[in-house]
């Protein structure tokens, strides 16, 4: 099955001001005394909190920065549809072993709405705490609904920030945070992306930008945190049900969810060759995070949203597969087309 995606639903996906790099130096020093390289956003650059929000304090300041970092894009996406509450399938952070508590709750969707002034059909909305592959996951649950006609559009979302103390120390801890010394680190980023999902009668073609197919599902039993060996299935299996599902042209644009971690290089490598019939010779590559950071959450909705915006202004050729690895066991891909595939 692939959907429409909605044009200005797509375009705000990543709520990044601007295209450059965000890849600074900041204030907070790890272990070895050097100042972490994080990809935050300027406080000046997000929405302030609204007023029934801003005097609570029972909000923590890495959901404070959620609720910030998501106002802009979710008002953008629902801006579409007009007149009726949409349900609303959003990924948040990934539980960190040594930090077992989800940032986000369903509780989090009703903070979400105060803050945007958004109207959530919160009785068909969900949360997940998938991570990167959390959102494309939710693309599927978000596919059955429209198919099913219990709903005739849908937004689908993930929002993130690794700007937490807390997490940043055990990430440390770890030695995977990128800083003089730790090549083999990541950049914590943070951003939220909104996409809107309807039926193919429901957009008038104006505002479509692109088709998403169903997403396909994988499990990596040797994720990170595992002690089983990694031997890359996941995200073969992942890649391999996305392509069955689709009569689509050879993949030409691959989009991932590489953070800059050599951990992940093994698992696409095996991905690629067991569905090497499914790409051209020689598909164009891109890994945003090396502009943004690694977003998280956000990483699926964006990387849709921008395989999305390269096909309809003709700097992507397509189709495009947008794939996305967790921290833990969850693998996804999806197809972006500029036509039904």
């Keep these: ?19 450059i790099s965000r890849l600074r130096e900041s204030s907070i020093i790890n272990r070895k005394g050097a ?17 029934p929000l801003a005097s609570r304090h029972d909000l923590t300041s890495r959901q404070v920065r959620m609720l910030r970092l998501a106002t802009l894009a979710l008002q953008e996406a629902a801006s579409v ?24 709750e369903k509780g989090f969707l009703e903070l979400l709405s105060l803050q945007t002034g958004v109207s959530l059909d919160l009785g068909r909305s969900e949360v997940s705490s998938g991570g990167r592959a959390g959102a494309l996951a939710l693309l599927g649950r978000a596919m059955e609904l429209l198919s099913s006609r219990k709903a005739t559009s849908i937004l689908v979302g ?27 680190g990541f950049v914590p980023g943070e951003g939220a992306g909104f996409l809107l999902l309807s039926s193919r009668n429901t957009l008038p073609p104006s505002t479509r930008l692109a088709f998403v197919s169903t997403p396909g599902l994988g ?23 996305a392509v069955r599902r689709a009569s689509a042209p050879p993949i030409r644009t691959v989009l991932a969810s590489f953070n800059g971690e050599s951990f992940g290089a093994k698992e696409w490598g095996v991905a690629f060759i067991r569905n090497r019939d499914a790409f051209q010779e020689e598909p164009r590559m891109e890994h945003p995070a090396d502009c943004f950071g690694d977003l998280g959450a956000a990483c699926g909705p964006v990387l849709i949203g921008l395989a999305a915006l390269g096909l309809k202004k003709g700097y992507l050729p397509g189709p495009c597969l947008a794939w996305c690895s967790s921290e833990g066991a969850a693998r996804a891909a999806a197809l972006v087309s500029s036509e039904p595939v």
């Design 1 to 19: 099955m692939t959907t429409p995606l909605g044009l200005r639903a797509a375009a705000t996906a990543a709520a990044v001001r601007g295209g």
């Design 35 to 51: 100042p972490m390289i994080l990809a935050a956003l300027a406080d000046s650059d997000l929405h302030p909190l609204s007023p």
């Design 81 to 104: 549809i007009l007149g009726e509450p949409l349900p609303l399938l959003l990924a948040g952070p990934e539980p960190h072993p040594k930090k077992p508590t989800p940032a986000l």
């Design 158 to 184: 993930g929002v993130d920030s690794h700007l937490d103390t807390g997490l940043l120390g055990v990430l440390d801890e770890e030695g995977r945070v990128h800083a003089e010394e730790v090549l083999d």
């Design 219 to 241: 499990v990596e039993q040797g994720h990170r945190y595992s002690t089983e060996p990694y031997l890359g299935n996941g995200l073969a299996d992942a890649i391999r049900a």
